[in-house]
Every structure is written in structure tokens, then in C-alpha cells.
């Protein structure tokens, strides 16, 4: 049941207009965000620098060094480019939800 109404809230969200949702199923096989989560921030200002933000178990690290911040780019773009575009993720998510 808890399962289901996450699903459904997923579905919720991603009607929202500053949300994308894609899913990478897992039998994409290995990829480049197997490594572990991290968040990838860029901002309209130009002169604001991005940063990768990593999470790890007993803390975090803001990582603002260009190249190492580019790898997170390269790394976001090839998880964007090998998951389930957003209508077939949305399909996949509800199928789940309706088996549960």
C-alpha cells in the first residue's frame, strides 16, 4: 500500500511544471550514476558557478572545482540520455502502481 501511494505521488509530481521525471530501469545495466547519488546545481547567473553536491554516509562535500563539476555534467547527461523519457517513465510508473 506504501509503495503505491509513492508511486502515485511520483505521478503528482511530475504533472508539475519544473519537474521531469525519468526512470532508469534496472535493466539498463551498469551506468555512471551507480557510484552513488549526487545533485548537480547550476544557476541563470552566469557568474554563479555550478556545484556537485554529494552526500555520503557520514556527510557531504560541495564541490565547486570546474572539471570535477563538469564530470557531474558528462555524468547527469548520460543517466538524462539512457533512461525512459518522460512519457514512457510515467507509463512505467503507473503500470507498477496498478500491479500493486
Known amino acids: 500500500m506504501v509503495a503505491r501511494e509513492q508511486l502515485c505521488y511520483l505521478l503528482e509530481q511530475a504533472e508539475l511544471a519544473n519537474v521531469t521525471l525519468q526512470v532508469l530501469p534496472l535493466d539498463s545495466g551498469a551506468h555512471s550514476g551507480m557510484n ?9 547567473d552566469p557568474s554563479d558557478p555550478g556545484v556537485l553536491y554529494v552526500e555520503y554516509p557520514t556527510g557531504s562535500l560541495h564541490v565547486e572545482k570546474d572539471t570535477e563539476v563538469a564530470a557531474g555534467r558528462l555524468a547527469f547527461d548520460a543517466l538524462h540520455s539512457e533512461a525512459l523519457d518522460v512519457i514512457e517513465s510515467k507509463s512505467l510508473i503507473r503500470n507498477l502502481s496498478e500491479k500493486l
Do not use: D, K, Y
Request: hydrophobic share 55%; proline share 11%; aromatic share 22%.
Open 36 to 44: 552513488g547519488a549526487f545533485t548537480l546545481l547550476e544557476f541563470p
